[in-house]
């Protein structure tokens, strides 16, 4: 093979399909997975295909996972970077319907589209481990995993009020109703209805789901999400007498302000109203309780203006005081939450002083401030000592919620408890496109689970498969299917008719991913020890409380049940930012959508993917604006001008050798952290410093054989590890520069060049920093620092943190190389 080329300009599409080709050709690409000594497994988040093909937003999450593979391969890791297609779920058949064509002639037609737009983005993906969802060699393994759930006790059936989406016509998991609303529907208010459906006990995980965090290299914003979605909250169980001999039990934070509770809320629907309501109340309460019902849920959570409520006209002790307090109903207590009814604490409570001062109730005071006295009601510090609280006064409330808890547990009162907001995961959905939830019912023996040997249940193909409102699946209408005889005894019986959640699909998809080549098992033992847990995940924090959390769960049961040797799936995560167009996050209505192919079709992968780097910080994202795609491919031309100029006799100049040093110190630290637009920003100063070094240097130099151009020579030794740096941002570019450069072998088959630390050394500067405008200190750092540096470094010195004490930065001024100023 001719490695002399006509220099000519670049052209980027005959680039890119050739080195495409030869990647296909040579393998190069390919990992032997079975015998890898140095496995890294770099996971990016699997594409829903749908019909309108790859977003941009799916193009920057891949482009920078592949940035980071590519490094870590030229690192000396056998990086694998597999993909696949989460092609089952309700946005698949939502547009199959809208389109009307069936989900499974459309969806193939969707996956071929995205696999071709993925090649064209020269990500480094091993398409021999290709998975899509809805092939029954897949989602086999998704029915086993239901199976082992069942059987573990950890998948169950219960009848229970539900999410139900009116649009989606199913029912919701409770992490894909957002502030009431579906999740897919942004209009659409989210109703209850109590159904029987499948649940996953996740709840049982909740603590361990919070601890193992604290030991997960992952993005903070993730684990906040996380930790919060789980809402742990101390408390205890208090009850309160009734006259019916049967208490009501609340659940408190608040145990220390229990002397103030001076009246009780049930839900409407709370099991002890019909029992505990006086008769004179019955009609008023009924009434109420009808009201109630056909309410929506954002109504009830986030709570109307005006608060409703009813008295029982029955009355309950106060354990800690011992006086009769008045029992009401109030729509914005919920049973699903807690145990369905609170006790009411005005004096301390926003919500609970509201509904006082609307129906005339007590208000006492228990807790003061601490060190003054008084103040304005409702007092909700959880600073403050206690009064009015019999021998609790003088307490913290922190020494007197755990003093009450154990003083009324002594008398039966009370009950220590831990809860959390992370309820069951509801998997049944009651549509078509996903894998049919592989249990039987019988008349004489309940609940069969389908044998392992009879996976997978096959999704029948039906030509009517829209939803209604009835709350049965689609597959309720194929009686030819769901008849079945019972696996136990032989006696007829009847398929479940719903499907799973596509969330419990993509739960252990990584798990599948090592293991395609293997028919018999979901993931063989071998490839999952070489190559779990995966090494590196990057993806959207629009996942962090669904996919990521399931798919902790999943992997958690797996291992208690003896198929992993480890509970956590991603040893790291980095949860990269957003594209917004103009200011605007990308939405058809708004018509500012990016279409990755006219992009690429016009500047080239390489350019593109380059671009898309640029925007902003990797894990904040950026703004996509046409005028700065040029500046790029500018850079990709000199770059490719250089070229031409490599001689391997040309002097080195000194700046040009530390300067080189220094970029690939920074370009390989950058990327390490996901800070892939400095570090493109530090080889377009290296490339200007060549240039610059390159005229000044050796104005009129001649070299070059007969006929070809004259200009400044540059050394070899200065422009290969330029290219190295380059390859995994541009990597058919940079294919075609090395081989250029006379090397045979791909550039990713070459090492991550080394650094001299003496030459990589910067210069320090001083560096003011002031707060609100104020000199408050000096730090000596290195020149060109980025923004998020400078200020991370500025807030962790020592005396201009005593100027900030516990204030919250509203702003910061940063001029590069001078100061930086924080507001506060
Ligand atoms: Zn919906
Ligand atoms: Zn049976």
Same mark, same amino acid.
């Given at each position: 093979m001719a490695t002399q080329h006509d220099a000519g300009s670049y052209d980027p599409q005959a680039v890119e399909t050739r080195w495409r080709a030869r990647w296909q050709e040579r393998g190069t690409n390919r990992v032997a997975v079975a015998t890898a000594p140095r496995p890294y497994y770099n996971l990016m988040m699997f594409p829903y295909p749908s019909a309108e093909g790859l977003h941009v937003g799916n193009v920057f999450a891949f482009v920078g996972t592949d940035i980071h593979g590519r490094y870590r391969r030229l690192r000396g890791h056998d990086v694998f970077e597999p993909i696949g297609f989460d092609a089952f779920g309700i946005h698949s058949e939502n547009y199959a319907l809208k389109v009307n064509t069936h989900p499974s002639q459309l969806i193939p037609r969707n996956i071929a589209r995205f696999r071709e737009q993925l090649r064209r983005v020269g990500l480094m993906v091993s398409w021999e481990h290709e998975v899509s969802t809805t092939d029954p060699a897949y989602y086999r393994w998704t029915q086993w995993i239901f199976l082992q759930l069942y059987q573990a006790g950890l998948a169950y059936k219960k009848a229970a009020p539900v999410n139900w989406c009116p649009e989606c016509k199913t029912v919701l998991?409770?992490?894909?109703?957002?502030?009431?609303?579906?999740?897919?529907?942004?209009?659409?208010?989210?109703?209850q209805r109590v159904l029987e459906q499948w649940f996953f006990a996740i709840a049982k995980y909740a603590q361990r789901l919070l601890d193992n965090l604290e030991t997960l290299d992952w993005s903070d914003s993730t684990r906040t999400a996380q930790r919060n979605w789980i809402g742990r909250s101390e408390g205890a169980e208090l009850r309160f007498e009734t006259p019916i001999g049967e208490p009501i039990v609340v659940f408190t934070t608040r145990p220390d302000t229990v002397f103030g509770a001076t009246w009780v809320v049930l839900a409407p629907e709370h099991p002890l109203v019909e029992r505990l309501t006086a008769d004179e109340r019955r009609p008023a309460v009924n009434a109420y309780r009808r009201q109630a019902q056909d309410m929506d849920l954002v109504t009830r959570k986030v709570g109307a203006k005006e608060k409703t409520g009813v008295f029982l006209g029955a009355y309950a002790r106060n354990p800690a005081t011992g006086e009769s307090v008045p029992i009401w109903i109030a729509d914005y207590v919920l049973m699903e939450y807690g145990t369905g009814a609170i006790m009411a604490v005005p004096g301390h409570d926003e919500r609970d002083h509201e509904f006082a001062q609307t129906f005339g109730l007590p208000i006492v005071r228990v807790v003061e401030p601490t060190g003054a006295a008084g103040g304005a009601l409702p007092y909700t510090p959880w600073e403050g000592t206690l009064v009015n609280s019999g021998r609790f006064d003088g307490m913290t409330c922190a020494e007197a919620?755990?003093?009450?808890?154990?003083?009324?547990?002594?008398?039966?009162?009370?009950?220590g408890r831990v809860q959390y907001r992370l309820h069951d995961w509801c998997i049944s959905r009651q549509r078509y496109w996903g894998p049919p939830i592989p249990i039987i019912y019988c008349d004489r023996c309940g609940i069969v689970p389908v044998p392992e040997r009879d996976l997978p249940v096959v999704l029948p193909p039906l030509e009517n498969y829209r939803p209604d409102e009835s709350g049965v699946s689609p597959l309720a209408r194929l009686e030819s299917w769901y008849r079945v005889p019972c696996p136990a005894c032989g006696a007829a019986a009847r398929r479940e008719t719903d499907v799973s959640d596509t969330f419990l699909d993509s739960a252990w998809y990584f798990l599948r991913y090592p293991s395609t080549e293997f028919d018999d098992r979901p993931f063989d033992a071998d490839l999952t020890r070489r190559w779990l847990p995966v090494t590196s995940y990057i993806g959207g924090n629009e996942h962090a409380v669904l996919h990521l959390m399931y798919a902790r769960f999943v992997t958690m049961v797996l291992h208690d049940l003896g198929h992993l040797g480890f509970d956590e799936p991603f040893a790291r995560f980095r949860a990269h930012g957003t594209i917004v167009k103009d200011g605007a996050k990308m939405s058809k209505s708004r018509g500012n959508v990016v279409v990755p192919d006219e992009y690429i079709a016009q500047w080239g992968a390489d350019?593109?993917?380059m671009y898309l780097m640029f925007l902003g910080p990797y894990q904040e994202g #950026?703004?996509?604006? /046409?005028?700065?795609?040029?500046?790029?491919?500018?850079?990709?031309?000199?770059?490719? #001008?250089?070229?031409? /100029?490599v001689s391997p006799d040309a002097a080195i100049p000194e700046a040009a050798r530390r300067k080189l040093?220094?970029?690939?110190?920074?370009?390989?630290?950058?990327i390490e952290e996901l800070r892939y637009n400095t570090g493109i920003a530090a080889m377009m100063e290296y490339v200007n410093l060549l240039r610059r070094e390159g005229q000044e240097g050796q104005e009129g130099q001649k070299r070059g054989a007969e006929g070809q151009r004259e200009g400044p020579s540059v050394a070899r030794e200065l422009v290969e590890p330029l290219i190295l740096l380059l390859a995994p941002f541009a990597p058919h570019f940079a294919e075609e520069c090395w081989e250029r450069l006379g090397h045979e072998r791909s550039v990713f088959e070459a090492s991550w060049p080394a650094f001299d630390p003496e030459l990589a050394r910067d210069a320090e500067i001083e560096l003011v920093v002031q707060v609100n405008g104020k000199v408050r200190g000096r730090l000596l750092v290195s020149p060109g620092l980025a923004e998020p540096e400078a200020v991370a470094q500025a807030r962790a010195d020592e005396t201009v943190r005593k100027f900030i004490g516990d204030k919250?930065?509203?702003k910061a001024i940063y001029v590069p190389d001078r100061l930086v100023n924080l507001v506060v």
């Open positions: 998991a409770n992490e894909q109703v957002i502030n009431g609303y579906c999740e897919r529907h942004p209009e659409t208010l989210v109703t919620a755990p003093a009450i808890t154990r003083w009324l547990e002594g008398r039966g009162l009370a009950t350019t593109f993917r #950026g703004d996509f604006r /046409d005028e700065g795609i040029s500046g790029i491919r500018r850079f990709l031309d000199r770059v490719w #001008g250089l070229m031409t /100029d040093h220094q970029t690939i110190r920074k370009v390989g630290a950058d919250q930065i509203r």
